[in-house]
C-alpha cells in the first residue's frame, strides 16, 4: 500500500546527542515537510524539500537538519543546538497543485 | 507576519451541527484546508477551499471568503468519533508552503 513511513515511533536522545528521524514514501510525491508539534499546539514547520537536492527551512530550522537525497527520502537530524527537541514530529508529503499533504503517523522524541 | 487564529476549544452534543471558524493573515494566500487529529495521531485531510463559497464533503462542509480572510469547517450529525482537533492551514509563499493554526479541540458529548 502506499504511504508515509515514519520510524522509528518513540525516540530517546542523551544530552549532547544527534538523532536522526526517518521520513519515507512511496506515493512518489514531489514535496515533503518536516513539522514540529508540542502539547496542545499547532503544527510548526521545520523543513521542506520541492524536489530532490533541494531543501528549504521553515519557520523553526535552527538545531535542524535535512537531506533528500532521493525522491523518496527525507530525514530528519535533531543536533545537540537544539535544546528543546521534546516534541511530536510530523512528516508529510504532497504532489504538486491544488493537492492536499499525508502525513506520516509521527515520531515522538524525548530527552533522557 | 503571518497567523491564523482558531477558538481553542467547542463543545456540542451527539447529533448537533458545530462551526469552527479559522481567520487568516498571511503573506500569501493559495488555499484554505482542513484537517484532523485524534490525540496522539497524524493529522488527516478534511476538506481544501482555494476559491470562495462551500464545498461538501459527506457530513463535513468548509465554507471560504477571500475577501475576510476568513473560513469556517461545519461539522453536522455530529458522531463521538469526532471529538478531536481540527486545524486550518493556509497554503503561502507561492503555494510551497503551508501555515497551520493553533487548533480546535471539539469535544462530542453524549
Known amino acids: 500500500d502506499g504511504g508515509i513511513t515514519q520510524s522509528p515511533k518513540y525516540l530517546f536522545r542523551k544530552e549532547g546527542q544527534n538523532v536522526t528521524l526517518s521520513c519515507e514514501q512511496n506515493?512518489?510525491?514531489?514535496?515533503m515537510y518536516w513539522y514540529r508539534q508540542d502539547p496542545g499546539q499547532g503544527l510548526r514547520l521545520i523543513y521542506y524539500?520541492?524536489?530532490?537536492?533541494?531543501?528549504q527551512k521553515g519557520d523553526i530550522a535552527e538545531g535542524y537538519s535535512v537531506s533528500r537525497e532521493k525522491k523518496e527520502s527525507f530525514p530528519l537530524t535533531v543536533t545537540s543546538a537544539q535544546k528543546n527537541p521534546t516534541a511530536f514530529y510530523l512528516c508529510a508529503s504532497r504532489v504538486r497543485g491544488d493537492q492536499p499533504q499525508h502525513f506520516g503517523d509521527g515520531t515522538r522524541l524525548s530527552i533522557l | 507576519g503571518q497567523s491564523l487564529e482558531q477558538p481553542s476549544e467547542v463543545t456540542a452534543v451527539e447529533g448537533a451541527i458545530v462551526q469552527i471558524n479559522c481567520t487568516y493573515q498571511?503573506?500569501?494566500?493559495?488555499?484554505l484546508s482542513w484537517y484532523q487529529q485524534h490525540d496522539g495521531g497524524a493529522p488527516t485531510f478534511l476538506s481544501y477551499n482555494a476559491l470562495d463559497g462551500l464545498e461538501e464533503t459527506g457530513r463535513f462542509s468548509s465554507f471560504l471568503s477571500r475577501s475576510d480572510s476568513y473560513g469556517y469547517l461545519l461539522l453536522q450529525e455530529l458522531q463521538m468519533k469526532d471529538s478531536a482537533s481540527y486545524f486550518c492551514a493556509v497554503r503561502d509563499n507561492y503555494g510551497q508552503n503551508f501555515v497551520f493554526g493553533p487548533g480546535t479541540r471539539l469535544s462530542v458529548l453524549p
Open positions: 524539500s520541492q524536489i530532490v537536492n533541494d531543501f
Open positions: 498571511t503573506s500569501g494566500f493559495y488555499g
Open positions: 506515493l512518489n510525491h514531489d514535496a
